[in-house]
């Protein structure tokens, strides 16, 4: 057993009493099913894959503890401001790990739309949030997966009911600012219904730079014809260690979108598991990371075409500088039964450095004859030739480099379909480029550089 | 203002150019002809800066300074526009960010202040006109999906925009219906005075029937072997080149 499968199995022992829904059976026993799970993977696959990653990074979190009580209750105001101009969403924060409020830890609105807390959400409408909890493991849980599921404490819980449309975008924000060093496991839990729409904007951000580990997991159940775009911001202190998983579970024609933009992070895995589970679903998902220094960000993404007539597409670019490391693990299966699937996979990356270190592994697993699937990488400097004609029109090679390197990111921001996000995005993209936002100590979103003023 | 002299110009061993002497003054248009394959070119990617040929000897001054020896974005600053035979595509980057970068460049070196955004717009609509550029166009990233009499039409619309002392056009020609032909060649005239100077380089005399030439000069095999003034282009539309290389044979002999 690694040490740190023991330390884990050890924090679990000692705090068991003391983590949300303690007194249920079915809860206990999926975390039991976590912890059996933790034991048999025990971290083989990152051994194996990244000897590295694993020594420096998941290692290294021994030591680092779940906040186990929530922090007490400060107005968001005196911490929190979301500076993304004209952009009115419905906002859901996490400090620590714990859903903030101030007495009302889930709101019920009147079209059925229900936002909180999770673990409240068991307490108040147990039969229909358990299911959704208890859900059966993904087969592509892992052992972070493992972790999550045996230590998780709060998360989001999401509930769209049928035929409504969601004009706000619910915005999940979540924020460490502990003296402590964190170990979080955040399970969120959204679920669309048939007809339904809603957006979902998910930013991580560190407001002090304290090593800590967030291991996240987020399920998402989209029903018959539901709509579910989903943005996702990170920019974390360089100590930090971020885990992302996100399971998306898709029925007759629903379609999921995603935007992942990271500016900035310590070591970042997103990993995003779609299982088309009924015909015309479709899953379109876009990425964008310009890292630098030593970070490193690993993309995984994986999706299931169980059935016929689904279509997904992936493009995913990033700019890689310094002595950063970018991964890009693409997956699509196409099942037997899959017949007239559409997928497309693409990944696109820029080296700065003779340092810095892409590895990207589009892969197409098909057992279907009747589909149209392509994938492609590309790994590379900036065009020579642009270069050259830009610099003969008096523009320095510094900026010539730059607005070819915006155009590059901005491809990725141009498929965002909130106006005011898009905009602050590309805005951000641009200062990050032009080395204007280096790390930030807050989310970039309320950044005090990044103030329209 | 631009004084070649004795300029020898070489790719991976291979001589291109073998001593090329041409002087060019203020006012003055002069066009380049010759064969394919004979250098005209090349001689405007030295001028330009392009790296990967080698200039084994000789010189280039523009306006007294040692123009050899500038980075390619100071050969701009200091006044000289390549308009492009193949201009490239730059997905991503528009047109007007495109504009408005080289511009404030430009002008930060010369020490003038940048344009306010107003009079950036004013200027990019008023020399959009002088080639028929739609404002539609601007927003659109650099080339991408144009037209080949798009992209010469760009060309000449940076040209108007950066307001260059001396103009080096390419084969700008080339590819052009005679509608796109007429619509660069009068922008091109438009933008002619007596400060500034334009260099044609053609394979016809087509273009030069709009573009009058002070002078002509065939390159060939390296070298200008044959300089004249614009009955000179009327010759070789007429002759073609082979006299100008039996010429050249024989005085090789």
């Known amino acids: 057993m690694t040490p740190f499968t023991q330390y884990i199995k050890d924090l679990y022992v000692g705090i068991k009493n003391q983590l949300p829904c303690a007194g249920n059976n079915a809860v206990a026993e999926m975390r039991e099913k976590g912890l059996q799970n933790l034991l048999e993977k025990d971290f083989q696959i990152y051994q194996k894959e990244n000897r590295k990653m694993f020594d420096d990074h998941i290692a290294c979190a021994s030591g680092m503890k779940p906040q186990l009580t929530p922090p007490p209750y400060r107005p968001v105001e005196e911490y929190f401001h979301c500076k993304v101009k004209d952009i009115d969403t419905r906002m859901c924060i996490f400090r620590n790990g714990w859903y903030v409020h101030n007495g009302n830890p889930l709101t019920v609105e009147e079209n059925g739309v229900i936002t909180g807390s999770l673990t409240e959400a068991l307490r108040q409408y147990p039969q229909l949030v358990f299911p959704y909890l208890l859900a059966e493991n993904s087969p592509k849980e892992d052992s972070l997966s493992a972790i999550n599921r045996l230590l998780f404490n709060d998360g989001l819980f999401v509930y769209v009911p049928d035929n409504v449309v969601v004009e706000k975008p619910i915005q999940l ?276 550089h990044l103030g329209m003023e | 203002m631009l004084k070649i002299e004795n300029l020898h110009v070489s790719i991976k061993g291979k001589e291109i150019l073998k001593g090329v002497n041409l002087d060019i003054n203020k006012g003055e248009v002069h066009a380049i002809m010759g064969p394919n394959g004979t250098g005209k070119s090349t001689l405007a990617s030295v001028i330009a800066g392009k790296e990967i040929f080698d200039v084994t000897e000789g010189s280039i001054t523009y306006n007294g300074k040692n123009l050899l020896e500038m980075p390619i974005e100071d050969r701009a600053r200091e006044g000289i526009f390549i308009g492009f035979q193949y201009p490239v595509e730059i997905p991503g980057v528009s047109i007007t960010n495109f504009m408005k970068t080289a511009l404030e460049e430009i002008r930060r070196y010369r020490g003038l202040p940048p344009l306010t955004e107003l009079e950036f717009r004013k200027l990019m609509k008023e020399k959009a006109k002088i080639v028929e550029l739609t404002e539609k166009l601007s927003n659109r990233s650099v080339n991408e999906g144009f037209s080949g009499g798009e992209k010469k039409r760009n060309e000449i619309f940076q040209m108007a925009m950066l307001e260059p002392s001396l103009s080096i056009l390419d084969e700008t020609d080339s590819g052009l219906d005679i509608d796109a032909l007429r619509i660069v060649a009068t922008g091109v005239n438009q933008l002619k005075s007596p400060d500034n100077a334009t260099v044609v380089i053609t394979h016809y005399q087509r273009l030069l029937d709009y573009i009058v030439p002070d002078f002509v000069h065939v390159l060939f095999d390296g070298k200008i072997v044959k300089s004249g003034t614009k009955e000179l282009a009327l010759e070789l539309e007429h002759r073609g080149y082979d006299w100008i290389k039996q010429e050249y044979e024989q005085n090789r002999q």
């Open chain 1, 173 to 448: 924000i979540s924020l460490t600012d502990s003296s402590e060093h964190l170990l979080l496991n955040n399970r969120n839990i959204i679920v669309v219904g048939k007809n339904a729409k809603v957006s979902f904007i998910q930013c991580d951000d560190s407001i002090e730079f304290k090593p800590s580990f967030i291991n996240n997991t987020t399920k998402i159940y989209l029903d018959e014809s539901a709509y579910f775009s989903y943005y996702k911001m990170e920019n974390k202190n360089p100590e930090s260690l971020l885990f992302n998983e996100v399971d998306v579970e898709q029925k007759a024609h629903s379609h999921f979108y995603s935007n992942a933009m990271t500016f900035n992070t310590g070591y970042l895995r997103n990993k995003i598991n779609v299982f088309l589970t009924e015909p015309f679903a479709s899953a379109k998902m876009y990425g964008l990371y310009l890292v630098d220094k030593k970070q490193h960000i690993d993309n995984q993404i994986f999706i299931d075409h169980q059935v016929p007539d689904c279509e997904s597409y992936q493009l995913y670019k990033g700019i890689v500088d310094d002595s950063a490391i970018a991964h890009f693990l693409g997956h699509v299966v196409v099942r037997p039964d899959a017949q007239r699937t559409v997928a497309a996979q693409t990944n696109r990356n820029i080296t700065l450095t003779d340092e810095a270190k892409i590895t990207s592994k589009p892969f197409l697993e098909i057992y279907a004859d009747d589909v149209k699937c392509n994938h492609g990488t590309t790994v590379g400097q900036l065009d020579e030739e642009a270069m050259y004609y830009l610099r003969t029109r008096g523009i320095c090679e510094v900026n010539a480099r730059r607005l070819l390197m915006l155009a590059f990111a901005n491809e990725i921001a141009d498929f965002i379909g909130i106006d005011s996000l898009k905009a602050r995005y590309k805005e951000m993209i641009r200062k990050r480029l032009n080395g204007e936002l280096t790390i930030c100590d807050q989310c970039v979103l309320h950044c005090p």
